[in-house]
């Protein structure tokens, strides 16, 4: 069971869409803390928590995030989990930072969608008398939840293009093998040699002649 959700985990899709889970979840609480603080200190006006809340969330997300990345895409000792794993897409040529900003490429093609949701939620209820730390969890629940929606289904768009592209050049490198393979070629001359020619045999003597052969065999 262990070794199945381990080798669950290794898959790209998957360790992807918990990782970014689990980095914006456990971003949330210094994210909460930095509000409430700001809310103790007297700031009230909707867009500066609104903005507190960004440039909180954004830093600790993506640190989050890196470090999350690196033990399951990068660290050795889940290597036989993701060498062994019959359906795991993963860009081993790229080293962990690339790999790890590719993903936030991804997902801040995504982020307008995420915190348009997220702080525009949480800027509606904060207008509407509620307390800005429900408010943002609120916020937070629903952006992540359509940002992780849409991110999966881009990923999994990208794994049947890559297996489309895999079988693709598995056609073409069968079809050059076919087209290299020619016929039995001899072991000097390396051209095509044909099969030996079985003698002939004489031809029949017409009726009432003796052939030759029979005519010295009598002699």
């Known amino acids: 069971m262990?070794?199945?959700?381990?080798?669950?985990?290794?898959?790209?899709?998957?360790?992807?869409?918990?990782?970014?889970?689990?980095?914006?979840?456990?971003?949330?609480?210094p994210t909460l803390l930095a509000v409430w603080l700001a809310h103790r200190a007297g700031v009230e006006t909707p867009w500066k928590i609104t903005l507190i809340t960004f440039v909180t969330d954004v830093v600790a997300d993506v640190a989050i995030y890196y470090t999350l990345h690196w033990l399951a895409n990068h660290w050795p000792a889940l290597h036989v989990l993701r060498r062994d794993h019959p359906h795991k897409v993963h860009k081993a040529?790229?080293?962990?930072?690339?790999?790890?900003?590719?993903?936030?490429?991804?997902?801040?093609?995504?982020?307008?969608?995420?915190?348009?949701?997220?702080?525009?939620?949480?800027?509606?209820?904060?207008?509407?008398?509620?307390?800005?730390v429900p408010a943002t969890v609120i916020g937070f629940a629903v952006g992540i939840g359509t940002a992780r929606t849409l991110h999966t289904l881009w990923m999994l768009r990208q794994e049947r293009l890559s297996r489309l592209a895999s079988l693709r050049?598995?056609?073409?490198?069968?079809?050059?093998?076919?087209?290299?393979?020619?016929?039995?070629r001899g072991p000097e001359t390396g051209s095509a040699q044909p099969p030996p020619a079985t003698p002939d045999a004489p031809p029949a003597p017409p009726p009432g002649e003796v052939s030759p052969t029979a005519a010295s065999e009598r002699g």
Request: glycine content about 4%; proline content about 5%; aromatic content about 10%.
């Open 93 to 132: 040529h790229l080293s962990f930072f690339k790999d790890a900003t590719l993903v936030q490429v991804e997902r801040a093609a995504l982020s307008p969608i995420l915190y348009f949701l997220f702080l525009g939620t949480q800027h509606v209820l904060i207008a509407h008398d509620w307390h800005p």
């Open 2 to 29: 262990l070794r199945w959700l381990g080798q669950l985990y290794a898959r790209r899709i998957v360790n992807v869409n918990v990782n970014i889970v689990l980095a914006g979840l456990l971003a949330l609480p």
């Open 169 to 184: 050049v598995e056609r073409q490198q069968r079809a050059e093998r076919r087209l290299r393979t020619g016929p039995a």
